[in-house]
Nanobody, 118 residues
Framework: QVQLVESGGGLVQPGGSLRLSCAAS????????MGWYRQAPGKQRELVAT???????TYADSVKGRFTISRDYAKNTVYLQMNSLKPEDTAVYYC????????????WGQGTQVTVSS
């Protein structure tokens, strides 16, 4: 079994910054990709950013230029640096990891709330 533990959410004013972290632990052979998704009230979960083991990032158009995803491979941890936050960034942010241990499987974190409000 694999656990994803997220941290770093909270309340921030518009224009502010937050840094999310997500650490994977458990039965891990390799982690080809990790990423962040978010879900706002009344909306579907959407991709925010992903990063592969070759350090190739993908961003949603709505966060390009403001958010940066990165990984610490030794710690199986993924980060999301969020700058110039807007009220529309308010959502529960979920970590996702593709983990290979005998077979490939996707795992989700429990979610961390990010609220952007004055």
């Amino acid at each position: 079994q694999v656990q994803l533990v997220e941290s770093g959410g909270g309340l921030v004013q518009p224009g502010g910054s937050l840094r999310l972290s997500c650490a994977a632990s458990g039965r891990i052979g390799s982690v080809p990709a990790m990423g962040w998704y978010r879900q706002a009230p009344g909306k579907q979960r959407e991709l925010v950013a992903t990063i592969t083991r070759s350090d190739t990032p993908t961003y949603a158009d709505s966060v390009k230029g403001r958010f940066t995803i990165s990984r610490d491979y030794a710690k199986n941890t993924v980060y999301l640096q969020m700058n110039s936050l807007k009220p529309e960034d308010t959502a529960v942010y979920y970590c996702n990891a593709q983990v290979i241990y005998i077979s490939s499987r996707n795992y989700w974190g429990q979610g961390t709330q990010v609220t952007v409000s004055s």
